[in-house]
């Protein structure tokens, strides 16, 4: 059996990567890996503890266990925000899976490029959707999917805009 891998992001593009990847796993029989890149925009306890040291002029005493449950925390809370982020992919496409192995790849900390590069070795196939931004510069790849085309450990299908996403951002799709 073989693996499906594709990645979401919460974009409309990546809806339609995942529906496409769904009706690909059902075509090929194969496990669908559904995969999220979460870098967390705040900073972490650690950081935040040694800038609160920083900022009163004072070498304060961080209990180095402490420190370590905050991280751990802080990387189960960012991880969760991930595998929120996979379910509600899921949800918003309205697809039922359960005729699926549906594995979920909630990746905390790491570039979506690096994610989807490192969970596509050894898959049947990589599907990720294409931001394009209209003009010439909605022909192009974004980073991440040109970054899995050129690196991935298996074949990939970029998704590309749809025409009306280009017009509802005030943009012309070409014609």
Do not use: F
């Not at 899921?90 to 549906?102: I, M, P, Y």
């Amino acid at each position: 059996m073989g693996r499906v891998v594709v990645g979401v992001d919460g974009s409309a593009n990546a809806r339609r990567a995942l529906r496409w990847a769904i009706d690909e796993a059902r075509q090929r029989d194969a496990e669908l890996h559904i995969v999220h890149a979460y870098r967390p925009h705040h900073r972490s306890s650690s950081d935040r503890s040694s800038q609160a040291a920083a900022s009163v002029g004072s070498t304060r005493y961080l209990d180095p266990e402490a420190d370590q449950q905050r991280r751990e925390q802080d990387y189960q809370s960012a991880r969760n925000e991930s595998l929120g982020r996979i379910d509600l992919a899921l949800k918003r496409v309205g697809a039922d899976v359960s005729d699926l192995t549906v594995e979920k790849h909630p990746v905390v900390g790491v570039h979506p490029e690096r994610a989807l590069i490192e969970v596509s070795q050894g898959a049947s196939l990589l599907v990720v959707g294409s931001r394009g931004r209209g003009g010439v510069a909605g022909r192009l790849m974004g980073s991440v999917s040109r970054a899995c085309v050129e690196h991935a450990g298996c074949p990939v299908v970029v998704i590309p805009p749809e025409a009306d996403d280009q017009k509802m951002s005030g943009e012309t799709a070409p014609a």
